[in-house]
């Protein structure tokens, strides 16, 4: 992708990328080789220890490698917005032995956000969606803010008055808030935050925030901040009394996702054995116990149904990045 393209032509390109992705790996030929695996496999997380990414790639790679009968590494390869990782992804071989775990803004943010990329989201094969992260609109427990509906008439009360935090520019939270704002016809004003911001919120410097259901889901039932509305198509288990931003907004949908890729290449019986193994994992009444903890939802799956999120991703993501003026470069 060249930096000269005109918008249309880059936006029509992209929205392809998935799925020619897929069917790149899909079209790969079974090659002779030894019975796979028979030695180590390695899953690049383009995020650091500690985070969500990370923590969920190890609890599925552990189970990965029991069911597969070889060992399953995670390496973390964290920096610049996932990028870093990434291109150590798509530079590794494509013998099945190298695993991308990562998150939406991988494939459905950053190619919109940079003009150029050093990896393409065509050489990324969608192998199973693991797990859905629903986004909260909290805001301070002690704010004048109740529901929705008040949040929205005093942002246009006080336009570009009121201020939400998110984990940085072109991340989910940062998205979605836009895409939330331009839904409800309101003007805010973005503080970013390495951490997410979330004891701002809480102490009320902030007005508000799309968190991850993770980070908030404790201060939420603890009372420290309130749930406005969630960023999902239906109402959350784990929050039932949450609206939807969709109930005040038809059509909405902002939740952020992790997900497994193959290299293009990649012998498509690799793929199956792994997607196969996963999908057993991510169905596992321990693996749904898991995350219920933590408010996110198990998604599994195949290929193509991971490919159609990809690309109805893109469609949402790349008018929102390019409406609100949201770029990396």
Do not use: C
Request: hydrophobic residues 40%; aromatic residues 8%.
């Amino acid at each position: 992708m060249t930096t000269h393209a005109p918008q249309h032509q880059r936006t029509r390109r992209l929205l392809g990328l998935a799925l020619i992705g897929l069917a790149s790996g899909l079209a790969a030929p079974t090659q002779a080789q030894d019975k796979y695996p028979s030695r180590t496999i390695k899953v690049i997380v383009p995020f650091p220890a500690g985070t969500a990414p990370d923590v969920m790639a190890r609890f599925w790679g552990e189970r990965l490698g029991k069911a597969l009968g070889q060992s399953v590494i995670v390496d973390n390869k964290p920096g610049a917005s996932t990028i870093v990782g990434t291109q150590q992804f798509v530079a590794a071989p494509a013998d099945g032995y190298t695993f991308l775990y990562t998150a939406s803004g991988t494939v459905s943010i950053n190619p919109f956000a940079y003009k150029k990329l050093p990896y393409q989201v065509a050489d990324l094969v969608p192998v199973i969606q693991t797990l859905s992260i629903p986004l909260v609109i909290t805001v301070a427990s002690g704010s004048p803010y109740k529901a929705l509906p008040d949040l929205i008439k005093d942002a246009k009360d006080n336009p570009g008055k009121l201020s939400y935090a998110s984990y940085g520019v072109a991340t989910a939270p940062h998205v979605s808030m836009a895409y939330f704002a331009n839904s409800a016809n309101i003007a805010l004003n973005h503080v970013p935050y390495r951490d997410g911001g979330l004891n701002d919120i809480v102490g009320g410097t902030v007005n508000t925030a799309f968190s991850p259901i993770a980070d908030v889901l404790q201060f939420i039932r603890t009372g420290r901040v309130r749930a406005l509305a969630v960023s999902s198509k239906q109402r959350l288990d784990s929050l039932p009394q949450v609206p939807t931003v969709a109930e005040s907004f038809p059509g909405f949908e902002g939740d952020s996702w992790h997900g497994v890729f193959a290299l293009k290449g990649t012998p498509q019986a690799a793929i199956d054995m792994v997607a196969a193994a996963s999908q057993k994992i991510v169905a596992s009444d321990e693996y749904k116990k898991y995350l219920a903890s933590m408010g996110l939802v198990p998604i599994g799956g195949t290929q193509e149904q991971f490919a159609s999120v990809l690309l109805s991703d893109s469609k949402r993501w790349v008018n929102v990045v390019k409406n609100n003026h949201i770029t990396l470069d």
